[in-house]
């Protein structure tokens, strides 16, 4: 099991202004920031990132929704990593995430619903390289 996980905080948050709350949240949960970057993808990046998902009947809201404006891309250390920040952000929808979690707390809709959190130690590295060079990463 790794330690590592990736995750973005998505255009809905950074538009009203939450980055230094959910940021403030996930340090408090007991994650280590060791690679952080204010940032906007384009389309093409976007459907590159979630082209596992290309066949969903929401790739088209899903990719224009993610480029449309900054997002805040950061690496994440902490044991179970993975599975403890998807935790702590809660369900997809935030109509069903738990009390407390960072989507039902924050999050507009099952489409844009605050952030991103991998969802296996090998996606959290995939992910980590796509947005972070070697030397953005703290060691
Ligand atoms: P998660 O982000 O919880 O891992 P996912 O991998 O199934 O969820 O989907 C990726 C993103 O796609 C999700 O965060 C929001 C969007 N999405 C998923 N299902 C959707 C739906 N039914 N309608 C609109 N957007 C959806
Ligand atoms: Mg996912």
């Known amino acids: 099991m790794s330690n590592k996980t990736f995750m973005m905080i998505k255009p809905d948050a ?5 980055i230094g709350d959910i940021l403030k949240d996930i340090t408090d949960a007991g ?8 940032t906007q993808i384009s389309i093409n990046e976007a459907q590159t990132f979630y082209s596992v998902h290309k066949e969903r009947p929401f790739f088209n809201e899903l990719t224009s929704y993610m480029s449309r404006s ?3 891309a950061a690496f994440l250390e902490k044991d179970n990593a993975v599975s403890d920040f998807r935790k702590l952000i809660g369900d997809t929808d935030p109509s069903t995430a ?3 979690t960072i989507r039902k707390k924050y999050a507009i809709s099952k489409g844009e ?12 590295l995939i992910e980590a390289s796509f947005h972070f060079s070697g030397r ?3 060691s």
């Open 113 to 124: 619903n605050s952030v991103h959190g991998s969802d296996s130690d090998d996606n959290a």
């Open 98 to 100: 738990d009390e407390g």
């Open 70 to 72: 900054p997002i805040v």
């Open 31 to 38: 994650f280590k920031i060791i690679a952080l970057k204010l």
């Open 136 to 138: 953005e990463i703290l």
């Open 14 to 18: 950074v538009e009203r202004g939450l």
